[in-house]
Nanobody, 127 residues
Framework: QVEVVESGGGLVQAGGSLRLSCVLS????????VAWFRQAPGKEREFVAGIIPQYNSPVNGDPAKGRFVIVADITKNTVYLAMNRLHSEDTANYLCAAARSYERTGFPRTPTEFDLWGRGTLVAVSS
């Protein structure tokens, strides 16, 4: 069974850090783009960061620049998102997704380009 499972969310004070984990199970190639998105209540799903695990070359969205780091460990089929200097605007459900059918150049950044999703892990930052 192919699935994506996130963990690592929680409540943290502003300025703190968290590390999220995304475990990809089943037959998912390590050359498939994997990304973290986030969605706050009443807002659209937002691209945070992405990576192709085989190459471990990160792509950062606006929320990640200067504060978050995405890395992949292909031996554990896991993609991590290390988040630092968190602030209240980072409060959201963080979802991991894989774009198994993506064939274009460049890295996918819109939710519709990803076909396999986890349920997310909640991050709450208190000010």
């Amino acid at each position: 069974q192919v699935e994506v499972v996130e963990s690592g969310g929680g409540l943290v004070q502003a300025g703190g850090s968290l590390r999220l984990s995304c475990v990809l199970s089943g037959r998912i190639s390590t050359t498939v783009p994997v990304a973290w998105f986030r969605q706050a209540p009443g807002k659209e799903r937002e691209f945070v960061a992405g990576i192709i695990p085989q190459y471990n070359s990160p792509v950062n969205g606006d929320p990640a620049k200067g504060r978050f780091v995405i890395v992949a460990d292909i031996t554990k089929n896991t993609v991590y998102l290390a988040m630092n200097r968190l602030h209240s605007e980072d409060t959201a459900n963080y979802l991991c997704a894989a774009a198994r059918s993506y064939e274009r150049t460049g890295f996918p950044r819109t939710p519709t380009e990803f076909d396999l999703w986890g349920r997310g892990t909640l991050v709450a930052v208190s000010s």
